[in-house]
């Protein structure tokens, strides 16, 4: 893999156009990429003997130390364990499958969605590490191969010098001293290895809250009812129902026709089914290929694959052999999801529960805004595909990107536990907005830079959230890592940049040049408030920045204008892929 490309050294091929420019004359807090070759012996037992653990004779036990130990691969546990290991923070990032990525991996693969609302709203889309991902996987996979996505994910844990990955296992107990976690257990069979893990944060990135399961954290799981939180848009009754889980396919097109005979178990599917379902494109599957939702997503995890899977082929026979689509006829699958991709489950229980009402402006009084989100609160049924004359989602938009407050990203219960991902502390309503992978990724940042804060400070999470100053640098830290943060921006002591005096070369009309140091790194399009822009056709433009004294430099962050204003997304659907 090449080099890091992310909104600090992406250049448009027209023009220069910068949002900020940040002149820090201390050391940089982040670390470096790891060029040497990567070890692993310490992942092995140097024991030969059976381990000490009751009823394991087969397996060997290996101590690991770290600052912070990840649960949980997907979108958010990847960001949770690069940032808080550019921080500082010695990670160990444990996942149970073979691949990250979680539901946007080549196993289920779920593109990534998030505060743009698939272009609805231009210009929001979740900045910081992964639009750092997103730019490079469009500059160095063009050809959209979700394998290479999948590479792009592991390369960028194995380049960071302070992270060891622990893939194909799972946190299986954890050891507690009170309201404390003394060390995590992790079991993986194909290596024949137990490993007890000793931190000072634990980040429950699983989804299904695992590891906060095992430490008896608080958490609920369903709908509530109105009166709970004043939620319009709740039930009128609680229950235990949630989202439901989705297999998708992709398909392909060929010279000449491709029959296809579905398995005597696929389910015989009709157009009264699919009456709220459209088939309209045929190479990539279909999200309201959805069950679950009035079972348990967890535990009936095998009914539900065999369930999907007689759907997703009984749907294919639909469109291959019912005479209503013949223009399917030189199509035929091309992959099938064998893991189900799970929308809903465990919700941990933090300090602050986002509601519907944070969601929809109340988030204005938050003092501990660590993310944004932004996707419309997009509720399904829980009978999913077995409710035909349902609509298969209903989604009512939100007036703005709405910020997340740290209270709701780690445990209330359990003092050294955070959570991010679909997990975090919200009701069900809010949830139905929290849960897409682009804004949990930017939570996982959050957590991932507050864990690594913790671990330097000494502190706890709920520690750092009641000390304005820790979370006031918190936020300085995540807005110079190109985390957005609303009503946030830039008053970092440390850089001298906003001491300066800017000059330019030229600028365009309204991009003037003393926008890089105002503080904001946001524009919507057409706006002109918060950048620089230059034409680079027939001259080279340069920006100067000068103080009334000499200053000492030793790291200058310079953050680009990466094109917010399309949207960016690896997608098996041409309508929906867009490259850079």
């Known amino acids: 893999m090449s080099k890091r490309i992310n909104r600090r050294i992406f250049l448009s091929v027209s023009a220069l156009t910068g949002y900020s420019l940040f002149v820090k004359v201390e050391n940089p807090l982040f670390g470096q990429q790891n060029k040497n070759i990567k070890e692993f012996n310490h992942l092995v037992s140097k024991d030969l003997s059976p381990a000490s653990i009751k009823n394991e004779p087969n397996m060997r036990l290996v101590d690991i130390d770290c600052d912070v130990l990840v649960a949980g691969g997907g979108m958010a546990g990847v960001c949770t364990a690069i940032s808080a290991a550019r921080h500082g923070a010695k990670v160990l990032l444990v996942q149970d499958r073979s691949r990250l990525g979680g539901n946007a991996s080549s196993e289920i693969r779920m593109h990534i969605v998030g505060a743009d609302s698939h272009g609805s709203r231009a210009g929001w889309r979740e900045s910081g590490l992964i639009e750092e991902l997103r730019l490079e996987d469009a500059a160095f996979n063009p050809q959209c191969a979700w394998e290479l996505w999948d590479l792009l994910l592991y390369d960028k844990c194995i380049n960071e010098s302070n992270l060891t990955l622990l893939l194909d296992s799972v946190v299986y107990s954890a050891e507690k ?107 990539y599957g279909y999200w ?27 749907v294919w026979d639909y469109i291959k052999n019912s005479g209503n689509h013949p223009g399917s006829a030189n199509w035929a699958l091309e992959t099938i999801g064998m893991i189900p991709g799970k929308r809903e489950s465990r919700r941990i229980l933090g300090d602050h529960i986002m509601t519907q009402a944070d969601l929809e402006g109340a988030w204005k009084m938050f003092k501990d805004g660590v993310a944004i989100g932004g996707w419309g609160m997009d509720d399904h049924p829980p009978e999913g595909f077995d409710a035909p004359d349902k609509q298969p989602f209903k989604s009512i938009p939100l007036p703005e990107p709405y910020n997340i407050s740290f209270g709701a990203l780690y445990s209330r219960n359990i003092s050294n536990l955070m959570m991010a991902g679909r997990n975090i502390s919200c009701s069900h309503v809010a949830f139905t907005s929290t849960r897409v992978m682009a804004t949990c990724s930017v939570i996982g940042q959050a957590v991932g830079t507050a864990a690594a804060v913790c671990v330097k400070s000494r502190i706890l999470p709920q520690e750092l959230r009641t000390n304005s100053e820790q979370i006031k640098n918190l936020q300085q830290i995540l807005l110079r890592d190109d985390q957005t943060i609303r009503n946030v921006k830039n008053q970092d002591l440390l850089d001298v940049a906003r001491e300066a005096k800017v000059t330019a070369s030229l600028y365009f009309k309204n991009a003037r040049p003393e926008h890089i140091i105002n503080g904001l790194t946001r524009d919507m399009p057409g706006e002109w408030k918060n950048r620089w822009a230059a034409e680079m056709k027939n001259t080279e433009p340069w920006i100067e920045l000068h103080w009334k004294k000499p200053q000492k430099i030793s790291f200058i962050q310079i953050v680009f204008d990466s094109g917010f204003k399309r949207e960016l997304t690896l997608s098996a659907h041409a309508g929906v892929n867009q490259r850079v």
């Open 288 to 314: 309201w290929i959805e069950l679950g939702g009035t079972i348990d997503t967890i535990r009936d995890n095998e009914q539900l694959r065999f369930e999907l899977l007689s759907i997703v082929l009984g």
């Open 177 to 283: 001293n009170g309201s404390t976690i003394q060390s995590v257990m992790v079991r993986c069979d194909k290596t024949e290895h137990l490993y007890r893990v000793k931190a000072q944060i634990y980040c429950d990135c699983t989804g299904d809250s695992r590891l906060a399961l095992e430490a008896a954290a608080e958490y609920r799981q369903g709908r509530e009812d109105q009166k709970e939180f004043g939620e319009s848009l709740a039930g009128e009754k609680a229950d235990s129902r949630t989202q439901g889980s989705s297999i998708l396919f992709t398909a392909k097109k060929h010279e000449k026709p491709i029959p296809f005979k579905p398995p005597t178990w696929a389910r015989k599917i009709t157009k009264k089914q699919l009456r709220f379902r459209p088939v309209g494109s045929w190479e």
